[in-house]
């Protein structure tokens, strides 16, 4: 059975073809989904996420089931691997989000139908999904680009470091030193740029990350689930993407942000207001990218 736990869960000709296809369906209405529901069991909040995939699997003639996970018996002491038996037995597909990515991994090891990872503490692999999207929408030889990840070494850095790796782009990761990302999480972004033609980069001088960037990114100080530090903020005060830092990038530069934003914090409201933001693009392209997952876990799991 295949599952979309992580980036590396698709080859990087299988990224290609389900990026191109999502440029190439923007907008498609179809039954490809027919008679098969999806089930979405949420443990944290969502927007996008939520509403992108049960958008899609309306536009795919498809059913969905958004279940609170404090409404199951999972909290109640069920085991997550007869909460997923069970839910094999009704349902075609199901996207999860929760905390630790050890439970998804559980999860989809006794599931028999495909797991999609709505987010864990330590990835957000649909997130990737659509930000490559939105950047080579932009952008036509990906080997060219460079992407800077400023702030928090979180889920989402994780995930976008592996996709810019393995599709051959320069990732630049700049942390403060008390915040990088996991040392897992940078092995892998090395070893995917290695074998894939990429480059990564880990520092911690946000002038120097910027300069002649092609994208900046940034993403909340405190992820869902973290308390509110004020030594955290205090440390992560230098890499707020302000017009300082903007202006070491390329002139062309885009500047990207997985939402939901905290104007002030991690970004300046004018730069994520402003006419280099392309926040809604990104926004916009989880549901067209998120589609094409859809068809090819679900459809592919039918045939
Ligand atoms: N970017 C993202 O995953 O947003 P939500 O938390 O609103 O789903
Ligand atoms: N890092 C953030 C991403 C939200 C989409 C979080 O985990 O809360």
Redesign the pocket.
Known sequence: MRHFLKVMDLSPQEVADLIAAAKANKGEHSDVLSGQSLGMIFA?????????FTVGVYELGGHLMFISEREMQLGRGETVEDTARVLSRYLDGVVI?TYSQADLDRYAAASTIPVIN??TDER?P??ALADLMTISELRDDLTNVKVVYLGDGNN?ANSLANICAMMGMHIVVCTPPELEQPQWAMDEARELAEKNGGTTEFMTDPAVATRSADFLYTDVWFS?GQQRVPDKQKQLEPYRIDDELLANANPECKVMH???AHRGEEIAADVLDGPKSIVLQQ?EN?LHAQKELLKKLMSDAKA
Request: hydrophobic content about 25%; glycine content about 4%; charged content about 25%.
């Open positions: 944290k909040p969502s927007t996008r996420t939520r509403v992108s989000r709505g987010l957000h649909c997130q989402v869902m997985c939402l939901p926004a989880r």
